[in-house]
């Protein structure tokens, strides 16, 4: 069990570097080979899509197929998997991350009922895994707990991640212009930190506390 978990904190520890390196290395490759890679629905997407199906086993074997004790963790796991799939633009009519979206007549009130109803699943999981677990998720950060330490990297990663999407467009807003490799580069970098984010999760599964089950009375 020492193994394990020493295993895992000097893995979660080399992630972010590894990361780091996947991206540098990326910038020794042809523009038009970086973008097949870290383009929508390229190699890199797929991967990190890949990854929460992974967590979602992970999750179902640690916990011995008991669903009811991490159904919202399940869900809120698809749902990041749906979104690197892209679900969000190719099954509606519009993007749903805008409120236009939700007020466009044109839009079929049905669809927009469906996501509606998904994305209130979704906030519920949320909310759920939050009241169950936040305390917990404190004391062992503060304990330092490998599993406590790769969700808050996973959390990080989304946001960092989050500053680089879009970038060229933002920047621009500012009239900060920038060339199209910068630009590549951005994208590269928030493709890869977001492939990450399932891998620290990852972690964080297979050290969660439930793994190390407690001694019956009857066997000291």
């Keep these: 069990m020492f193994a394990q978990y020493h295993f895992s904190s000097v893995f979660i520890f080399l992630l972010l570097p590894a990361l780091v390196s996947f991206i540098a290395l990326l910038q020794f490759l042809p523009d038009a080979t970086i973008l097949t890679i870290t383009q929508e629905g390229g190699l890199v997407e797929m991967l990190s899509a890949v990854g929460y199906f992974v967590c979602v086993a992970a999750l179902l074997i640690v916990t011995r197929g ?8 399940i869900i ?27 007020f466009n007549a044109d839009n079929p009130l049905l669809e927009r009922l469906i996501v509606i109803a998904a994305l209130a699943v979704l906030v519920y999981a949320v909310v759920s895994l939050a009241k169950e677990h936040l305390r917990n998720y404190f004391s062992a950060l503060k304990k330092r707990r490998i599993f ?20 060229a467009r933002k920047l621009a807003d500012w009239n900060i212009i920038i060339t199209d490799s910068q630009a590549l580069l951005s994208e590269s970098i928030e493709e890869v930190l977001e492939m990450g984010v399932p891998i620290a999760l990852l972690v964080a599964i297979l050290t969660l506390p439930i793994n190390r089950e407690p001694r019956n009375q009857s066997d000291e």
């Design 66 to 73: 008991k669903v009811s004790t991490c159904w919202h963790a």
């Design 76 to 102: 809120i796991l698809l749902g990041m998997a749906a979104r690197e799939l892209d679900f969000q633009r190719i099954w509606t009519t519009q993007t749903i991350t805008k409120g236009r979206y939700y």
């Design 148 to 167: 406590a330490i790769s969700i808050t990297m996973a959390g990080a990663l989304v946001v960092v991640s989050k500053l680089f999407d879009g970038s």
